[in-house]
């Protein structure tokens, strides 16, 4: 169901730059990636410049992973404690987890959110296999990749063959959309800053472990920058009066993955988890 529970620690090395001799007989999990700086010992020079486009901008392309996590080593999905894989994001688990005094909840959001917190989130849509937004694909244990055009950017969410799509002309945002998991991005460069502002999403979507969530009137703006080769910095603002008492912006930090490759990763095939949370 989820990938910390089928992925192996050789191919965990892999997705951070390291060196190691196992051998990993799976679909290209440790095939080395083009274009990637070193060091003497081979691992990941991750402060060397990032890459640009031919039209001089940041190159976001590749596969990302969340760099600010709460457990090194992931985090078990049913009991909510670290585990052996794939690191879980402090945001993960709450987004709210750097803001002093946390999320600005309206009153019916805040009782809601502690009430699936003491639930330990029975009814979170990512344990009923449904698919993540954006926003919170960003701290699971789950690679994304960006695939960069000159007039588009495609996030591929690995966790249930999701995609998003970001486009880059500046057009404006529909008035009246049908409500989407992911929304609808346009986005525009302001110098090496790639802006991207969203709306459309469908309501109750969580964004935490916590049952912390965005509605249908929510505006979603991000401020990417890529200040070297190895990390983004995804600055968010969330303006969502249905939810909130105010917007609120985090940052969501992100590393590279090289020598790796997405899995398909389908949480309804062979899903056990759920039954054992009831």
Not at 33 to 56: E, I, M, N, Q, Y
């Amino acid at each position: 169901m989820h990938r910390l529970l089928g992925r192996s620690a050789a191919a965990v090395v892999a997705a951070f730059g390291l060196t190691c001799a196992s051998t990993l007989s799976a679909q290209w999990l440790k095939y080395p990636t083009a274009g990637v700086p070193r060091k003497a010992d081979g691992t990941v020079d991750l402060s060397a410049p990032a890459p640009r486009t031919a039209g001089g901008k940041p190159d976001f392309s590749g596969i990302w992973l969340t760099g600010n996590p709460q457990c090194a080593q992931g985090v078990n999905p049913v009991t909510y404690t670290c585990g052996v894989e794939l690191p879980m994001g402090k945001e993960g688990f709450n987004m709210g987890a750097s803001l002093p005094g946390g999320l600005p909840y309206q009153p019916w959001l805040a009782a809601l959110v502690k009430e699936r917190t003491a639930n330990h989130a029975k009814d979170d849509p990512h344990v009923r296999c449904l698919p993540d937004t954006f926003l919170r694909a960003y701290s699971l244990p789950h690679f994304v990749r960006f695939v960069q055009t000159p007039s588009l950017l495609v996030a591929l969410i690995e966790m249930n063959a999701n995609y998003r799509m970001v486009f880059l002309d500046a057009r404006p945002l529909p008035d009246d959309p049908v409500p989407s998991w992911q929304g609808y991005s346009s986005a525009k460069w302001e110098s090496d800053t790639l802006v991207i502002d969203s709306n459309g999403f469908r309501d109750d979507i969580w964004i935490d472990w916590n049952g912390s969530m965005i509605t249908s009137v929510a505006r979603v703006r991000e401020r990417i920058r890529r200040p070297d080769f190895g990390h983004l910095e995804i600055e968010v603002t969330v303006d969502d009066s249905k939810a909130y008492t105010k917007p609120w912006t985090v940052t969501l930090k992100q590393q590279i993955a090289v020598d790796t490759e997405l899995v398909d990763e389908i949480c309804l095939e062979n899903e056990q988890s759920y039954q054992r949370m009831k």
